[in-house]
């Protein structure tokens, strides 16, 4: 009997799969369960997690974002290919220095409660997640460390301008600037957040659905669908159920095996996403401080086997954190670093004083099915050099806790993704930094990643971020596993569904086919 492996979100996927199917009982402008469609339709989509926040600049969890950013805008957002292209600002330049980036807002926005989009919103927006705020429980963007002013000006057409001054030059800047921009003094409304996007919030029950409806004044291209329920599931085992009733018309984070139970009613998608999954050593346990453990146990886990067996062996087996997307960046010269070698992990071992085995605790959040069939199968790989790994499974909010803020881990299975910007995957190993989850420190590593970030010339930066990887895999201070691929079942009767590189479900390209 075929087991099934689900992740979702923050942090995971799967393979690269496609075939296609038929609904059978729909015709005519309907939807799903004869859903009408003549004034656009409504589509359910199914998620896993629940919203940790509707305030944009509070959520923590990618699971949040990937809905919220259809309801909030940034100056800027992120293309399909991963360019950066102008949003709320209807164009912006960079100076030859690197340290001052201008926005010409659009004249015609509208927050989704009438009122117009002014530059005092734009400068409330990013100093709040800047930090430059009383506001707190902000998560507030490190990148944004080097902004020393944000105003406004007029241009030479007498368009509003605002300015984002640096106080040191970073080229990377721009990729950070999608950040979703919110009314001036806006205050979190559990019951109304009000943003620019091309779907207004229309309503939200914790652990049961948050409904989004078309916003018909948007600036931009108007959304097809006049509604987008995402209902939110208490387990995977949960959305499969309802997938396979037909009950759902998007679904994210399918597994092969899941894939091929789907045998009518829906077409199997998929695409690329930056997301990298990882065994994450915390490097100050007494067990994991040894750089000969750590490297043991990067030699005993075979990556391929995972692979083929949790996503068909279509994700991309991995020694680094950089995603292989950003090819300009990625360390190609680390593949293969870590082979399998079970006589090489044991060698290892015993030099570091652990010939008779050792105990170690994968500590994964409960809501990921995808890294818990990964940690059984490591459970499984690690007893071959005398590893005696043991599950922990925690909630999310406990993770959140314990392991991503406190620290209080061995090891931990989890996906993490990140901006489009190089240096957004490789600044939380800096020693100092507040999300150096791995406990990493190395003088060495702070330096270079700081060259690479004040780096102008792009073939500089490039040697520099690759020189980072290397010491973090040379370091063994993670076992990275692999970049997998997103798999969606998607109702036969939608079309565009759109893959981005970061976490995004786009619901204003989806639309209902005419028969």
Not at 210 to 232: C, H, M, P, Q, S
Request: hydrophobic fraction near 35%; charged fraction near 25%; charge should be negative.
């Amino acid at each position: 009997m075929k087991k099934r492996y689900v992740f979702c979100m923050l942090l995971m996927c799967v393979m690269i799969l496609s075939c296609s199917c038929s609904r059978k009982g729909t015709s005519g402008n309907q939807g799903i369960n004869g859903a009408d469609t003549s004034d656009g339709g409504s589509v359910i989509v199914g998620i896993t997690n629940d919203m940790d926040s509707l305030d944009p600049h509070k959520a923590v969890a990618a699971g949040t974002m990937e809905v919220l950013y259809n309801v909030f805008d940034g100056l800027v957002k992120v293309a399909p290919d991963g360019s950066m292209q102008p949003a709320l600002a209807k164009s912006y330049r960079i100076s030859e220095d690197a340290k001052t980036i201008t926005f010409t807002l659009r004249d015609d926005v509208k927050f989704h409660n009438g009122e117009a989009l002014t530059a005092e919103d734009v400068i409330y927006s990013l100093k709040r997640v800047a930090g430059m705020t009383d506001e707190k429980d902000i998560k507030v963007v490190s990148a944004f460390s080097i902004i020393s002013d944000i105003t406004e000006s007029k241009g030479a057409d007498n368009s509003t301008e605002v300015i984002v001054s640096l106080s040191e030059a970073d080229t990377e800047m721009i990729y950070y600037l999608n950040t979703p921009i919110v009314k001036k003094g806006y205050e979190q409304n559990a019951t109304n957040p009000v943003g620019t996007g091309p779907f207004r919030f229309e309503s939200y029950k914790p652990m049961e659905s948050i409904v989004i409806a078309r916003n018909d004044n948007y600036y931009g291209e108007a959304a097809k669908l006049a509604k987008v329920t995402f209902k939110i599931f208490g387990s995977t085992d949960d959305a499969f159920m309802e997938l396979l009733s037909g009950k759902v018309d998007i679904y994210p984070y399918l597994s092969s095996d899941e894939a091929d139970q789907l045998k009518g009613g829906y077409r199997i998608i998929s695409g690329d996403q930056s997301l990298i999954q990882g065994l994450y050593f915390n490097n100050a346990n007494d067990k994991l401080k040894d750089v000969r453990v750590r490297q043991a146990i990067n030699y005993a886990i075979d990556r391929v086997d995972i692979s083929n067996l949790l996503t068909a062996g279509y994700s991309t087996i991995i020694n680094t954190c950089m995603f292989p997307s950003f090819k300009k960046y990625y360390n190609t010269e680390l593949n293969g670093m870590y082979d399998y070698n079970i006589d090489k992990a044991k060698e290892l071992l015993k030099e570091a004083g652990y010939e008779n085995g050792m105990d170690l605790e994968i500590t994964i959040p409960s809501n990921y099915q995808f890294h818990i069939s990964t940690g059984e199968i490591l459970v499984s790989q690690l007893k071959k050099v005398g590893i005696n790994a043991k599950i922990k499974q925690v909630d999310w909010s406990t993770w959140l806790s314990e392991v991503y803020t406190d620290r209080n881990y061995e090891t931990t299975i989890i996906g993490f993704d990140a901006s489009m910007a190089p240096g957004d995957v490789l600044e939380r190993y800096q020693s100092t930094h507040k999300r150096n989850l791995t406990n990493y420190v190395n003088a060495d590593y702070d330096k270079t990643y700081a060259a690479a970030k004040a780096a102008l010339d792009e073939n500089e930066k490039s040697k520099l971020y690759k020189d980072c990887q290397k010491m973090l895999t040379e370091d063994a201070v993670s076992a990275y596993i692999m970049a997998p691929a997103l798999i969606v079942a998607v109702n036969v009767k939608l079309d565009g569904y759109t893959f981005y590189p970061i976490y995004f479900m786009d619901m204003s390209k989806v639309y209902y086919r005419e028969n």
